[in-house]
């Protein structure tokens, strides 16, 4: 049991290697050491939201500005600096570009996929209706699914278990500055992909959508990065951007371009990235994000109109095409608004309800389902369960429509309709969501009738429900979408029921479109973004206030019941996300009931062996220092005189900058700037490291490495005031200090998001190995 | 000469009055201070941009956390926190309803007023048209428009001239945190609202969209403070938010509010917010800011369909009406986009020329024409001017257009043209701009000829440079987008001509478009809001990324040559306005050299007459005065423990917050926060406050009242550091202390605004009292 929640949460792998080298440096200490990592393993601790995970590492927003890094500034002419704006600019287009050619891989691949899948059901189907034996059919739409979603799971679970679900979550916490394991590798993105068009192909309830901006991230932490990590490839570019302030910078700009290619909807793109990610607004880096976002959506759209065989044509929207709302036959009045209210307020709560019982879901999952080969059942059985489920209703269905003069639909299923008619329930299910929630909108009045609505919402709910969590790569945005409008066009007929004059609310589509808004922002409960992304997505601007006031009501009767979709997954992670602001009742805390302290520091000058030590002592496992002036005695604090990283001291160790007790100075080796950043972001172990016993008497000057001039604040500081400090700037450690000078205590990110509002005022979370 | 700068300065009133109130402190010294005031008074310095006025002060976005208002925060339940949460809701949905009731006003006062005008001008013309004498006709219509306009000028050059112009630079510095005098007073809105009537009614080449943004932010600082200071009333609510940084946030709201009320862009209202304002960014606060966007631009709608007798029809955009670009008619295609990079690149230098003729013309004023009488003389000459260019392109154009069946034109001038025909024209100069506008974007290929368009672009943008910078409430968006449009309409019958398949360029509206925000972004050099203003304007989504793209080219293009319109007259006015990042190459500048030094500190417990003294020097008219354990001598840093504000330190001396010699602690009146914030924003100077000789020998403590934990860093932090953490968290004054946590400086907004990038690497400009 012990090994459960490793084996579900984000980061279950790369962690043990590390702990499993053998200590090659030397330590005296080294089985007392050992018996740390023991203790250290992760205990069986249940699964809850009120726990904070101690595996998270912070990102550092925050420049280290030691000697080196200003020296390397200054050296720097002002041409050098336009320079480098240049390549960001660059770099932003890249991203964009692509990040456009893989939705474009996307859609294409799962359009073709899905096309043979249907044809050949459909084919299936059609011998069988006249013959009898339509289970000959069911059984052969099952397994194809389940073929598909096979191949799908096994990479995710095998190979990359990050790349599982929308990704959403994960950059959500990565732009919040948490360094979450594994999130932007190659690897993940070669899975995430694959993974996406074998789910959606396999026909689950899952949209290509979330999964577009998990690889706009990939791709921008790549590109910017100039080399592969794990191709071993270093195009020695870009070197200047390797660390965490300018990734997280163009991480941000991926996630927009990812939106922007899903939805078609770059402004929608920018303003996704700064609601999640951006503290620190800067003018030029959201043009830098824009941009990157509007390449991505002309890239798809070009590449798409050729791939159409309308070059040139480049008005079409991203992945997902609601099609377009003529304005002036999707007009609203004034009497409309409470409706649209009530409808957000529905939504509000079947999104809790859908919430809910996905929290159920996964805290089952993550009991009982955690070993690959068994998720991997489970995808499959859902894809098979989804085919039946879809078949069933299909066959049940009594309802016949007659086939349009322009063939609007792609797959019409003409059973046991007759000739010229087809059946109307299969519109819905014989089909990518994606067509089908199009269908919802803007097929005329009369399509559908309440009762297969009704039906299709309830059985698409529970199947979406089930379907969110699996080992698959896969998002929650489509599926919310089609059960809402599904929904929401059920309420825009009973409305023209209801009431006399029927041309008023003539156009159920205008009500599928408001209730897919009220629907997804009940289950995601984003606001701002959603509402531009919803706006471009329907390329009318006309709806933007009602589709405000729906996410907005959504959001507030949502959050009276539970959180949203994503703020569950990342709890259950024991993830320690910053939100915006401290809690309002939190003025009662200061600096000094919530540091860390004692503080472990070094002094300028130390000896090798201590920090050996300190680095090998996994217990702590502390990455930033507080470097003092002279450290007397262990509990008397000393003079700040600057902050050094683990990292720093790794590679200081690793190419061995020591300076011997008798000729001090001369003999150091002079590091470069460059030697930090061909190390970032995978610094080694401090194991990995090698340090002879002779090595452990030397010293080593941190002066020139260490940051001289770390933000600090006074004991009084109210936790508002520090956590206002801290998330403003980014910060990855913040030094607490008395009224001389002396260092008391370290603030890191885990100190400040233990403290959250629960029901009864301020609670506090435990920290936790898990 | 000496009060040339004053008089045309945004600031020229108020600051004198102060100076002139007799002391009243019986400080010993006054005579002194006298001289002081002499010597301080503005020196004859050429205005240039060089310089940095000392005139202008710092709003303070870090709340200073005394012990008055931890003990408020810490009593308040987590109910009252969400009650002001609510409450900051309502007002923002304030904010947009009265934003939303004002456009209204101009816009109808503006067509009324304009439609009689026009009406009587044509009756006049028609008239004289048969019988000859069609100079009566142009003295009409001259006078009509003098008169409009003297009475729009004469309002802003003798009540408030601080409402001349558009605003926006105004709303810019204070969203930038600059405290601009009288900015956001009642009267400023009053004056600003009729001006602007008055000066579109005019016929001047001038836009109502501006002022609507400047109009916006004024309501916000009204109804968050919920009391009037120029009528003298409170209504006792809100008190909680009488501080700058609650100000600031309900002012970016009102700014947002406003922009969306002008174009029915509120995404693009709320981004013109954080481009122009935010430096921190807050999830929360950017809601309540597309809230009031919402709410603005919905109720414009509103109350806009009732006035036009469609009540209900809540579809129609803002203030400005480009008219629904339909998508079909209107794609593009991928090799236009060179041809829309070229037309940014005109844009751009058309907008520097722009620029640089206003500068220049900017300066003249400044030179010459600063009495308001001779500010009002100069507006009726441009009136006049303005309707006999116009008269005269009408007067002499022989093109005649077919009168459409449908009458798009609202005043068709038939003048010399057959019947059922009119003058082309008239269109673009008998027409109030925004119609012109709109015709140009969507009146059918073959309107206009090309000579007509291009004697037309020549003459308004001379009238568009003469126009700006008047003594009239007016804005430079609609002259810039009609100047494009023109110019842009031209370059696609061009293009039609040159080429020989005129169905590809067959719609010349779409360039009329692209030439549009060519111009407007030449001028102005704002992009990302600006895209998606004019997206949601033309209320299609298609032309984001040519406009993205236009709107960058004529940016990188413009700022070759000169800067954009707005931050040439910020840095007319000396303003301390601080960009986004520090200049790249002032990593060798440090706290050290940065900081003003020595500082005047306090002690702790602290004589009231050092108080009245220090606070009375106008020489240095310190704002922030850090508090120290113990000052021994004048020139030894003494340990830092708190920083208290003028402000503070005047409501103290008010209240004589004295503590006797003797008997310490028990005669001191508490003082509650509601002192501070009913003195708040404007706190009487200290030549008001009487202090007694005997009471100059009292105590006060300050240890209640001081900031305890003010932000600080050390003396070699650099400059880009300093500026990071100044600028993110929006700081009036940071400490400077050495490694002993003793006051060496104090950095504020001047000491970091003086350096910029020039030509030739790092400048610093002067300081100066102009």
């Known amino acids: 049991m012990a090994n459960i929640s490793k084996k579900v949460s984000w980061s279950s792998r790369g962690d043990d290697r590390g702990e499993r080298t053998p200590l090659l440096n030397g330590a005296e200490d080294s089985k007392l050491n050992r018996q740390d990592i023991i203790r250290s393993r992760p205990k069986e601790i249940p699964h809850n939201e009120k726990?904070?995970?101690?595996?998270?590492?912070?990102?550092?927003?925050?420049?280290?500005?030691?000697?080196?890094?200003?020296?390397?500034?200054?050296?720097?002419?002002?041409?050098?600096?336009?320079?480098?704006?240049?390549?960001?600019?660059?770099?932003?287009?890249?991203?964009?570009?692509?990040?456009?050619?893989?939705a474009c891989l996307i859609d294409i691949a799962v359009e073709n996929l899905a096309g043979l899948k249907y044809f050949a059901v459909k084919q299936n189907i059609e011998k069988f209706t006249e013959l009898g034996g339509l289970s000959l059919s069911l059984i052969l739409w099952a397994v194809l699914n389940s073929a598909f979603v096979m191949v799908g799971a096994i990479i995710v679970a095998f190979f990359e278990p990050i790349a599982a679900g929308s990704g959403i979550p994960q950059i959500k916490c990565y732009l919040n500055g948490v360094k979450v394991p594994r999130v932007v590798r190659l690897k993940t993105?070669?899975?995430?992909?694959?993974?996406?068009?074998?789910?959606?192909?396999?026909?689950?309830?899952?949209?290509?959508?979330?999964?577009?901006?998990?690889?706009g991230a990939v791709v921008a932490a790549g590109v910017s990065q100039g080399r592969s990590t794990s191709l071993k490839k270093d195009f020695k570019m870009f070197e200047y951007f390797r660390r965490d302030t300018e990734k997280r910078d163009f991480v941000s700009a991926g996630a927009a371009a990812g939106v922007s290619a899903a939805f078609g909807a770059p402004v929608g793109g920018v303003l996704f990235s700064l609601e999640e990610g951006a503290s620190f607004w800067n003018q030029l880096l959201t043009w830098r994000i824009f941009f990157a976002s509007m390449v991505s959506s002309f890239t798809l759209n070009f590449f798409l109109s050729i791939y159409h065989q309308k070059p040139g044509e480049l008005s079409s929207p991203g992945l997902i095409n609601f099609g377009r709302f003529d304005s002036d036959s999707v007009q609203y009045n004034l009497y409309e608004i409470p409706l649209f209210i009530i409808m957000g307020a529905l939504g509000g709560i079947l999104g809790a309800l859908f919430n809910v019982l996905n929290y159920w879901l996964t805290i089952f999952r993550i009991r009982y389902i955690h070993r690959p080969c068994l998720q991997v059942m489970e995808a499959m059985l859902v894809?098979?369960?989804?085919?039946?489920?879809?078949?069933?209703?299909?066959?049940?269905?009594?309802?016949?429509?007659?086939?349009?003069?322009?063939?609007?639909?792609?797959?019409?299923?003409?059973?046991?309709?007759?000739?010229?008619e087809y059946n109307a329930m299969a519109t819905a299910f014989f089909n990518t969501p994606e067509r089908s929630v199009r269908s919802l909108f803007h097929n005329p009045p009369g399509t559908y009738n309440p009762m297969t609505l009704g039906v299709f919402t309830l059985a698409y709910f529970l199947l979406a429900v089930w379907t969110y969590g699996l080992t698959v790569s896969a998002g929650v945005f489509i599926p919310s979408l089609l059960i809402g409008a599904a929904w929401g066009r059920l309420f825009g007929i009973l409305l023209s029921f209801?009431?006399?004059?029927?041309?008023?609310?003539?156009?159920?589509?205008?009500?599928?479109?408001?209730?897919?808004?009220?629907?997804?922002?009940?289950?995601?409960?984003?606001?701002l973004s959603l509402t531009v992304i919803l706006v471009e997505a329907t390329g009318n601007v006309t709806y933007g206030f009602p589709i405000m006031l729906v996410l907005m009501t959504a959001k507030i009767v949502g959050d009276y019941f539970v959180e949203g979709l994503y703020d569950i997954h990342i709890k259950l992670q024991s993830v320690p996300f910053l939100h915006w602001e401290a809690p309002p009742t939190s003025h009662w805390l200061t600096a000094r009931e919530v540091m860390s302290s004692p503080v472990t520091c070094f002094n300028r000058i130390e000896k090798v062996g201590t920090i050996v030590d300190v680095l090998s002592n996994t217990s702590t496992n502390h990455n930033g220092f507080p470097v003092?002036?002279?450290?007397?005695?262990?509990?008397?604090?000393?003079?700040?005189?600057?902050?050094?990283l683990r990292s720093q001291l790794i590679v200081l160790l690793k190419h061995k900058v020591f300076v011997e007790r008798a000729s001090s100075r001369f003999s150091q080796r002079k590091l470069q700037l460059k030697d930090f950043r061909d190390a970032y972001p995978r610094f080694p172990p401090i194991q990995s490291i090698h340090v002879s016993q002779d090595e452990r008497e030397c010293m080593m000057d941190l002066t020139e490495f260490m940051n001289p001039t770390p933000y600090t604040v006074p004991q009084e500081t109210s936790l508002p005031r520090v956590f206002k400090l801290f998330r403003a700037l980014g910060l990855r450690h913040l030094v607490v200090v008395d009224n001389e000078n002396r260092v008391v205590g370290l603030v890191t990110r885990k100190d400040l998001a233990r403290y959250h509002l629960g029901k009864d005022g301020l609670e506090e979370l435990h920290l936790a190995q898990t």
């Open 51 to 102: 726990l904070l995970s101690l595996k998270y590492e912070s990102l550092d927003y925050d420049n280290s500005e030691n000697q080196l890094f200003l020296e390397e500034e200054r050296r720097m002419s002002q041409m050098g600096f336009r320079c480098l704006e240049i390549t960001r600019w660059v770099i932003c287009g890249l991203i964009g570009l692509l990040t456009g050619l893989i």
């Open 189 to 215: 993105l070669v899975v995430k992909v694959f993974g996406v068009i074998c789910s959606v192909a396999g026909g689950l309830a899952v949209g290509k959508e979330g999964p577009m901006i998990h690889s």
């Open 383 to 420: 894809a098979a369960v989804t085919a039946t489920v879809s078949f069933a209703m299909i066959y049940f269905s009594t309802e016949c429509q007659p086939l349009g003069p322009d063939h609007t639909e792609e797959y019409p299923l003409q059973l046991f309709c007759a000739d010229g």
């Open 498 to 527: 209801i009431t006399t004059s029927k041309s008023i609310w003539a156009d159920p589509g205008k009500y599928a479109l408001i209730g897919a808004a009220a629907q997804l922002g009940g289950i995601v409960r984003m606001t």
């Open 628 to 644: 003092v002036t002279h450290v007397t005695e262990i509990d008397e604090p000393s003079k700040l005189c600057g902050l050094v």
